[in-house]
C-alpha cells in the first residue's frame, strides 16, 4: 500500500472522526477543522483552510460540506473529494433518518426535546470560541479589525441569506483597494478551467423541474424542491428553515409544524452538517406511504441537497487554486479572512437570540467557551454533559 493510499485512509478515519463529534454548524465546524485538520495532522496550512472556507461561504449550498469536500480533493482529487463527502455526510443524514422512523412509529407529533435543551447554548460556545482563536490568528492591522468589526455590524443588522456573501465580497474589495504593498505577479492560467460540473449542475436542476411538473412525480417534484434549494440559499441550514417550512409543510402539507421542528432541533443537537435535515424531511414526506418510502425519500433528501454545492465545488476549486495567484486576489485575502472572521463572531450572537440571553443559557456558553479554550475538553464530552444536564434537569 502506497504513502498516498494510507493517508488517504488515515484523512477519511478523520473525517469520520469529525462527522460524529461536529456539533454546532459551520462557525463551530471550521474550529474543529482548524485543530484536527491543521494543528494536530497538518493536512493543510490555517491560511489554506481559511481561503477554502471562505470560498465555499461564497458560494451557495453547505459550507462545511463544501469546505471539507474541497480538502479531499486537495488530498487526493476528485475520487478522494467524494469519499470524503460520502463519510462526512452519511452519519448525520443515517441518524436524522431514524429520527423519522422514530418519531413516525411512536406517532408522537408533539415529541420533546427538553433533554437537548442545554445542546444550543454549547454549541454557542463552540462558535465563540472559533472566533477568537481566528481572530488571533489572522486579524492583526487596523484595517483587519475595521473589515472585522464591518462585518459583524452588517450581519447583525441584515439578517439574511445574501448577507454573507457580501460580506466576504467588500472585505476583499476594502482589502484590494486600501493595500498599497507590491506583490510580486505570478504566472496563472484559467484556460484549463473544466465547465463540466457546471453544466450538470445547470441541466440536473432544469431536468428535474421540467420532468416533475410534466409528469407530477412526487419523487422527482420533492428532489427538485430540495435539490433547489441547495443550490440557491447561501448562509448555511439555518437559512433552509423558513424556506422548506413554506414549502413542506404551509403549502403541501408533507408534515406538520410539531413534527417539522422537532425534526430540526433534533438536526441541532446531533453532529454533522445541518443541511442532514433534509433527510428527515425526505422520510417525512413519504411516512403515509410506509418506511421502504421513507427510507427512499430520505435518500432523495440527502442527495438532493448535497449535489449541487458539491457540482459547484469540484468546478470552481480548480479555478481558485489559479485564481490565487492574481495580485489583486491575494491582496483581497486579509479582507476575506477578516470578514470571515467577523462573521463567525456574529454567528454566536445571532444564534443565541432564539434561545434567550438568561442567566442560564450565557453561564452555559462562558463554561463551554472557558473549557474547550483553556483546557481543551472534547467538543463530544461537552455536548454528552449538556445532555446529561437536561436527563437530571427534566
Given amino acids: 500500500m502506497g504513502s498516498s493510499s494510507l493517508r488517504h485512509q488515515v484523512f477519511l478515519r478523520d473525517v469520520l472522526a469529525l462527522s460524529l463529534s461536529a456539533f454546532g454548524g459551520p462557525q463551530a465546524h471550521i ?147 486600501a493595500n498599497r504593498e507590491r506583490i510580486e505577479k505570478e504566472k496563472y492560467n484559467l484556460h484549463h478551467i473544466r465547465w463540466g460540473n457546471f453544466y450538470l449542475f445547470a441541466s440536473v436542476l432544469v431536468a428535474a423541474a421540467l420532468i416533475g411538473n410534466l409528469f407530477q412525480n412526487k419523487p422527482v417534484l420533492f428532489f427538485e424542491n430540495i435539490y433547489r434549494f441547495g443550490s440557491l440559499v447561501f448562509g448555511g441550514g439555518q437559512v433552509l428553515i423558513p424556506m422548506m417550512f413554506e414549502q413542506f409543510v404551509t403549502a403541501k402539507s408533507y408534515l406538520t409544524a410539531d413534527q417539522f421542528l422537532s425534526g430540526y432541533g433534533l438536526a441541532q443537537a446531533i453532529p454533522g452538517p445541518i443541511f442532514s435535515f433534509a433527510s428527515f424531511l425526505g422520510a417525512m414526506s413519504f411516512q403515509e406511504s410506509g418506511h421502504l418510502s421513507m427510507l427512499g425519500g430520505a435518500i432523495i433528501g440527502g442527495v438532493g441537497i448535497f449535489l449541487p454545492g458539491t457540482f459547484l465545488i469540484f468546478f470552481i476549486y480548480p479555478a481558485w487554486e489559479e485564481l490565487k495567484k492574481m495580485s489583486g486576489v491575494k491582496k483581497a485575502m486579509s479582507g476575506i479572512n477578516a470578514a470571515a472572521t467577523g462573521l463567525v463572531a456574529a454567528a454566536a450572537i445571532i444564534l443565541m437570540q432564539p434561545i434567550g440571553f438568561d442567566v442560564v443559557n450565557v453561564g452555559i456558553v462562558a463554561a463551554t467557551f472557558v473549557l474547550l479554550y483553556f483546557w481543551k475538553i472534547p467538543p463530544l464530552l461537552l455536548i454528552s454533559l449538556g445532555i446529561m444536564g437536561g436527563v437530571i434537569f427534566l
Avoid at 52 to 62: E, H, R
Avoid at 124 to 133: K, M, T
Avoid at 142 to 160: C, H, Q, Y
Fill in 31 to 177: 474550529s474543529l477543522m482548524l485543530d484536527l485538520f491543521v494543528e494536530r495532522r497538518k493536512y493543510l496550512s490555517e491560511q489554506e483552510l481559511l481561503e477554502l472556507n471562505a470560498l465555499c461561504q461564497i458560494l451557495p449550498g453547505p459550507t462545511s460540506t463544501q469546505t471539507i469536500t474541497a480538502i479531499g480533493m486537495k488530498l487526493g482529487g476528485p475520487r478522494l473529494a467524494w469519499l470524503t463527502l460520502l463519510v462526512w455526510a452519511l452519519p448525520a443524514c443515517l441518524l436524522m433518518t431514524m429520527m423519522a422512523l422514530l418519531i413516525t412509529y411512536f406517532n408522537q407529533e408533539g415529541f420533546e426535546l427538553a433533554l437537548l435543551r442545554y445542546v444550543r447554548p454549547i454549541a454557542v460556545g463552540f462558535i465563540a470560541v472559533a472566533a477568537v482563536r481566528l481572530g488571533v490568528k489572522l486579524i492583526h492591522t487596523r484595517l483587519e479589525w475595521f473589515v472585522l468589526g464591518l462585518a459583524m455590524v452588517l450581519s447583525l443588522l441584515f439578517t439574511n441569506s445574501y448577507t454573507f456573501p457580501a460580506v466576504l465580497i467588500l472585505g476583499a474589495l476594502i482589502s484590494n483597494f
